[in-house]
């Protein structure tokens, strides 16, 4: 039985389909390529480019490969674009997540895991936030995902379907063999834009607001290694397969660390000074908001193995290196391609 996982070419798809290649479990990858890359897919593995919401291709590929669980990653992700350019959000994350799970209801896939996101929560009153907190999301990016959670809810109680939704807090980090991480350019999420400071590829950090109602006037986020991440996703689906009954679960480890506390930690593990400037707040950012992880841990017997944030930022600056390596290998490679090419 074979595991379809969408958006298997991005950041925390690519670390789910090693983990999933790791304990020997077939999978097929799909991903449009938009913001993955066809490289981050382990050697070997299958990856079909295409949409997550294409219902013929999701179901040829189902019955081709004998799919009997989705691992959905698949979606744009940054907040601020979302407040910009919405239809662009439900179409890539609600429209095609219905598409998807129709395809799922309609070959008789059981198993459904679902990327969401604490950003369905708001500005949470309750630190740490409980899944059952009022879901009040702040940008379209939260409310796209909270549509995709309303329809796998209502179609698991219509159909044969089971589901895990997992709610993501701020996910960081990379593989900690150096085999993947988050390779896109135009990168926007803190920890990565703080370590490109570091390493010289921005002049300058930017804080985004430092006036909030938080001990250093900081935004507080949950950061949770990716690694520790897909852990759940995996522990997620032996729990489907046993049986046991669908589940909203947050994923986060419990603690929160400001965007000052974040970049003094990327200042300590590489050893660089950069440049910080404070700067207007984002539209669509909560103050505060860090994961109550019990049910993780008790329903899926979860246990993280990297939480500590100077961890997660040492493997963040790893695969940010490698990555630095890898470009110029290729620029070389074809600039002399191309000086080949003119002889
Ligand atoms: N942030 C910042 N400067 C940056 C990127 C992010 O100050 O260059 C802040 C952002 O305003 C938020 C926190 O860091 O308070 C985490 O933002 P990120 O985009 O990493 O994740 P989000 O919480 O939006 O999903």
Redesign the pocket.
Known sequence: MTILVTGGAGYIGSHMVLELADAGEPVVVLDNLSTGFAWAVGEGLPLVVGDSGDQALVERLIHQHQVDAIIHFAAS????ESVNDPLRYYRNNTVNTRALIECAVKTGVRHFIFSS???VYGDPAKIPVPETSPQQPMSP?GWSKLMSEVMLRDAGRAHDLHYMILRY??V?GADPRGRAGQSSKDA???????IEAALGARDK?????AD?ATPDG????DYIHVSDLVRAHSDALRHLRSGAPSQTLNCGYGRGFS?RE?IDTVKRVSGVDFRVEI?P??P????R?VADSAQARAVLGWQPHYDDLSTIVTHALGWERELTKRRAAYADQAKRTAAGSKR
Not at 77 to 80: A, F, H, K, L
Not at 188 to 194: D, M, N, P, Y
Not at 205 to 209: D, P
């Open positions: 992700v940054v907040v601020p996101t604490a950003a990016y807090f701020n960081a926007t999420h803190l920890i990565k834009v703080a950090l930017q804080i985004f607001g909030y900081t935004c507080i986020r965007v974040v700067a707040p984002r669509g950012d909560p103050a908001i």
